[in-house]
C-alpha cells in the first residue's frame, strides 16, 4: 500500500464508493502493520532456522480447504440480523461463538480489525478459539519504515527546503528536552454558563499568571455548556455573550494573554457539529470579543492535533467508553485486565483509529475518516470524555489521558514534554 498525498478537494457529502474505500485503507494500514512484525513475517528462505511464524489465511481460500483450524483478519461485521461476521476485501464468514473464548485486552465491536484462530466447520462457519486486536507498532518503527521525510501529520511547511532526516529530528529532539519549562494545560468540560467554572477558571489564571515559567498552551476542551445547545436565538446570544464574558476574563492576565496559545476544541454539544464527526471548529459568529481581546486564540476542530517540536499531540473530544463498552460483542477480558481505560487505549491504538465503531452508531464524515487516524501512533492521545479522569501507562512511547471534567469536579492535567511526564492537578 503507496501512501501519496491528494490534492483533491474534500466534500462532507460522500460518493456511493468512498465508504467501502474507507474500511479498505483502514484494513490495508493495520494488514501491512501486521504483516511487518516479526510473529507474521514469513522467513526470506526455506532453509531458514527462524521458528515457525503464524499464516494469516484470506477468507475466500477457505472454500477449497478442508474444516481445520485457521488464522483469520478482517473485519466483524454484521450480514445477517442476530449473526456475527468477519469480512475482508475478498469475501467473508459467519462466525460461531460457542462455548469459552480467549481474547486479548481491548474492546471488539463490528468494524474493529481482528485476528480470529479458529476451526473452519464444515458447515462453511468459523468456530471462534481466539479473538485478538492486531499487534501494534511504535512510532518510530512506522517512521523509520516510511523514512523520516515522510509528512504524516499534513500541515503546511513553512520551510519545504529543509531535508527532514534523522540528523534533523535528532536536533529537533535535544531542543525539546533541553526546554524544560514547556508545559501544556488540558481541561474538558469548561461550562461557561456555570459561575462555579468561572471562578475555578479565575483562579486557575492567577496560579499560573504568577509562576516563573507560564504554559505554553491551554487547550480547553468542550462542551463549553452544562447543557446542549438548542438551535434557537435566546441560545445562540446566551453562547455569544459566554464567549465575550471569557474573554473579558482572560483580558485580565496580560502576561498569559500576551504568552499563551489558547486552544478550543469543541464537544458534542457545541455548535454546529451534531453528532456527525469530526466536527468543524466553534463558529466565528460567536467569537468576535475573543478575536478581539484574545489575540493567540485558536478554535480547531475536533478531533485536534497539534505539533510540538518532535511530539505529536492528539485531542478527541467524544464519550467513547461508554459507547465502546455498549456495543461490544464480547466482553472484556477484565481477568486479563480489570481497568477498562487499558480496554479502550489499547482499541483505539491497534485499530489505529481514534473511533473505530459502526457508521451507524457514530456518525461521521467519511471523506474525512482520515482525520480520526492514529498512524503513526501520537506521542499523546487525550481522549476527552465524561468517564472518570485517567493516566494510563505508556506503550513504546504514546501515552493515552483522560483529563476527567473540569465543570464537575475541578480536575485537569499538565503535559511536560521534555520529559513527556503527564500530571492530574485540580483546583
Not at 468561572?198 to 507560564?214: M, N, V
Not at 505539533?307 to 460483542?329: G, P, T
Request: hydrophobic share 40%.
Amino acid at each position: 500500500m503507496r501512501h501519496v498525498r491528494s490534492h483533491q478537494a474534500l466534500q462532507l457529502h460522500a460518493t456511493s464508493g468512498l465508504q467501502s474505500r474507507m474500511l479498505r485503507d483502514r484494513y490495508e494500514i493495520i494488514k501491512q502493520r501486521i504483516m511487518r512484525n516479526e510473529n507474521f513475517r514469513p522467513p526470506a528462505f526455506v532453509a531458514s532456522e527462524k521458528p515457525n511464524y503464524f499464516e494469516i489465511t484470506p477468507i475466500k481460500n477457505l472454500s477449497g480447504c478442508k474444516p481445520g483450524s485457521y488464522l483469520l483478519f478482517g473485519m466483524l461485521t454484521q450480514m445477517t440480523e442476530g449473526k456475527h461476521h468477519l469480512e475482508d476485501p475478498g469475501a467473508f464468514i459467519e462466525l460461531e461463538f460457542s462455548g469459552k473464548i480467549t481474547t486479548t485486552v481491548g474492546l471488539f465491536t463490528h468494524n474493529c480489525f481482528v485476528l480470529v484462530e479458529g476451526e473452519y466447520t464444515d458447515r462453511k462457519t468459523f468456530r471462534v478459539v481466539m479473538l485478538g486486536l492486531p499487534p501494534s507498532e511504535t512510532r518510530d518503527e512506522t517512521i523509520q519504515m516510511f523514512g523520516y521525510n515522510a509528512d504524516m501529520f499534513g500541515a503546511p511547511r513553512e520551510a519545504n527546503t529543509i531535508v527532514r532526516d534523522a540528523c534533523f529530528f535528532t536536533a529537533i529532539g535535544q531542543l525539546e528536552k533541553e526546554a524544560v519549562n514547556i508545559s501544556f494545560v488540558m481541561l474538558s468540560d469548561v461550562w461557561l454558563d456555570d459561575a462555579k467554572v468561572l471562578a475555578k477558571l479565575r483562579l486557575l489564571f492567577e496560579g499560573y499568571s504568577t509562576r516563573a515559567y507560564i504554559p505554553l498552551a491551554f487547550i480547553f476542551i468542550g462542551n463549553f455548556t452544562s447543557r446542549p445547545y438548542i438551535y434557537n436565538g435566546a441560545d445562540y446570544q446566551e453562547y455569544k455573550d459566554l464567549f465575550k464574558t471569557f474573554a473579558d476574563l482572560i483580558h485580565e492576565f496580560p502576561d498569559l494573554n500576551r504568552t499563551c496559545q489558547f486552544v478550543f476544541v469543541p464537544g458534542p454539544s457545541d455548535p454546529w457539529g451534531g453528532n456527525i464527526i469530526p466536527r468543524p471548529p466553534i463558529p466565528e459568529v460567536f467569537l468576535t470579543r475573543m478575536r478581539a481581546k484574545v489575540p493567540n486564540a485558536v478554535f480547531t476542530s475536533n478531533p485536534a492535533r497539534i505539533k510540538y517540536c518532535n511530539q505529536e499531540i492528539v485531542v478527541f473530544r467524544e464519550d467513547l467508553m461508554s459507547k465502546m463498552r455498549r456495543n461490544c460483542i464480547v466482553p472484556p477480558d477484565e481477568e486479563q485486565e480489570a481497568e477498562l481505560k487499558v480496554h479502550l487505549s489499547k482499541t483505539i491504538m491497534e485499530q489505529c483509529h481514534l473511533c473505530p465503531l459502526p457508521i451507524d452508531i457514530q456518525p461521521r464524515y467519511v471523506a474525512f475518516d482520515h482525520t480520526l487516524r492514529l498512524y503513526p501512533l501520537p506521542h499523546l492521545i487525550v481522549v476527552a470524555d465524561k468517564y472518570d479522569a485517567y493516566i494510563t501507562e505508556k506503550e513504546g512511547n504514546t501515552q493515552t489521558i483522560n483529563p476527567g471534567s473540569f465543570g464537575n469536579q475541578g480536575c485537569f492535567m499538565t503535559y511536560s514534554p521534555s520529559d513527556m511526564l503527564v500530571e492530574m492537578c485540580s483546583v
